[in-house]
């Protein structure tokens, strides 16, 4: 039995002609020959298939691969090897060798764009090692072409680093000459390359992430400042630079109190702060900006290597706050019902108010929708996309609504929360301020809200520091407000500082034409509520609602239709199905009685906790379980005096 060389080339041939394996050929190769014949390959044709090489999609391929293909060439140089560089499909890219050598194989075809994969030219190294994806050496016969029997080559396939073969470097020469560490440096140098790619995708994916960040940081609404552990500013975001009217060469590389002057931003130090308020000081100009800042360290390895620093105008933070807590105003002139000429004219006197921006005094029995007629001043006002909040000045504690509409600062009280709060003048800037029941206010509220419209300025309860607000006062109340200030309890020059444009709303009683178009407006959207079909409406329905006098006006109205709607099975709405007391008129008589017998009661509770507690309202307020306030309020209401 012949071996060595000549031992192959006849097992090679047993198997061409007579399909014969050898045991003694090597499982890589023997698979290999049988892949080959599976597959058709002509293991005599005599040149290799040319096709066109997609250059640029391979580019980054071969300028990282050139280097080192020339370092391994200077080793083999002269000795009549090629190397070869493929792409992953056993297309040749590149080749490099001898000028003899490159001319010999140019006369097989084995040159750039020439395909040596296993499915065209049969077991080869480049082809082979990109099936089985590991390093391969092929001698001579092993070759299942002729054509490359007189060469033998070293390939090892290159990897990206999701571990997908991207190509094939290959080193081929004489069968004379191969050395056992030919394959060795092929693998070696193949790991230089794969370290490239890998070194050069992380330089690309650490731009795009830069890139990224820029793009993302721009576009955040927040103003972002990254300072060192120095207090360099390392990057400004556009919003921050537009924000400050600072350009980029101004801010970046720059000493962090070259430009601010408040010590929570120009701190050194890892500390973390958190929607903190502050009138942030610009140098040189000393322009002043009322923002919310976050200051987050930055750590790498557990080492503070910088901060963050995110800044807010405080009108964006507050528009964002009032959005959220529904502190919007949702009624417009459309949702207002009534045709009434006495109605219309109020609507009319509505929407002049609504184009000036001067201060709305809204009078009106309780229930006749003065606060839907506040809302629907504010949004057919220029202040329309601003905030609309509303407080009720009689259901708030009298030491609480100072507070409420001030806010306050840390400490001020006992209970204040932590960083203080802002009072609703603060939360109104730009837009409108709400005050119903203006009549219930204390005489000494009622300075401190003058004060507020005349200076249009703020200062929190426990505070030094005055607060610039832009806020347009619409008030409502139940009362007469001339006879109160000729009592002596409202303020005659607050009075006429809000009676700039008074609106008297119409009783429902002195309306009554329009019962009919609002009982059909508000059946229509409870029956969509309720998930009703909308009822037949009796004549009798409506004449009985007719001639009830409403003393709680529209309010009423609407709770009486809820209450029948709910009650009511059949598809029909008539008189019988709307409550008793509406045609009980003496109920109202009895209840009436029964107040003034309660009012009697609550007097004489008063009167008894003060003489119990020798005068002091505190305790007398206490001992009844109300707050003192209210305890004030029931005294002048009784005219009790102590």
Known sequence: MKSGREGVKEMWKRFIFQNEIDERLSPMIRDSWIRSKKWEVDPFQRHGRIKKIEA????????????????????VKGSGFLVILCNEKGQLLKSIGDADTLLMADKIGFVEGADWSERVMGTNAIGTS?????????????????????????????????????GVLNVSGPYEKVHPHTLGMVVSAVKAIEYQLRLNENTEKNIMMQRFLEATTNNMKEGILIIDTEGKIIKANDQLKKFL??????????????????????????????????????????????VMIDKIPIYKDSHWIGSMIMMKKIEKVRQFVNRLSGNQAKITFDDIIGQHPHFIQKLNEAKLAAATDSNVLILGESGTGKEMLAQAIHNASKRKNKPFIAINCGGIPRDLLGSELFGYVEGAFTGAKKGGSAGKFELADGGTLFLDEIGEMSLEMQVLLLRVIQE????????????PVDVRIIAATNKNLREEVQKGS???????????????????QERKEDIPLLVKYFISKLCNKLNKPFPEIRPDFLQALIQYDWPG???????????????NTKPILSAKDLPEELFQPFL???????????????????????????????????????????FYRQMKKYKISY
């Open 56 to 75: 640029e999609r391979y580019k980054n391929l071969i300028d990282w691969s050139m280097p080192l293909m020339e370092g391994l060439y200077s080793i």
């Open 553 to 567: 006006n529209i309010r009423e109205l609407q709770n009486i239709l809820e209450r029948t709607l709910n009650r």
């Open 456 to 467: 249009k300025e703020v200062m929190r309860i426990g505070g030094h520091k005055v607060i």
């Open 490 to 508: 409202f303020r005659e020059d607050l009075f006429f500082r809000l009676n700039v444009m008074p609106i008297i709303l119409p009783s429902l």
């Open 245 to 290: 009217c600072l350009g980029q060469s101004q801010l970046e590389g720059k000493k962090i109190d070259e430009f601010f002057t408040n010590k929570s931003i120009i701190s050194n130090k890892p500390v973390y702060v958190q929607n903190q308020e502050l009138h942030l000081k610009i140098e040189p100009s000393r322009n002043v900006h009322h």
């Open 588 to 630: 109202s008589q009895a209840k009436e009685e029964m107040e003034i017998h309660k009012d009697d009661i609550k007097k004489r509770s008063l009167i008894r906790a003060l003489h119990l507690f020798n005068g002091n309202v505190t305790k007398a307020a206490e001992h009844l379980g109300i707050s003192r306030s209210t």
């Open 130 to 166: 990109i099936v089985i994806d590991q390093p391969v050496q092929i001698f001579a016969e092993e070759h299942y072409s002729q054509i490359c029997q007189s060469w033998t080559c070293s390939a090892a396939p290159i990897h990206d680093s999701k571990g997908t073969i991207i």
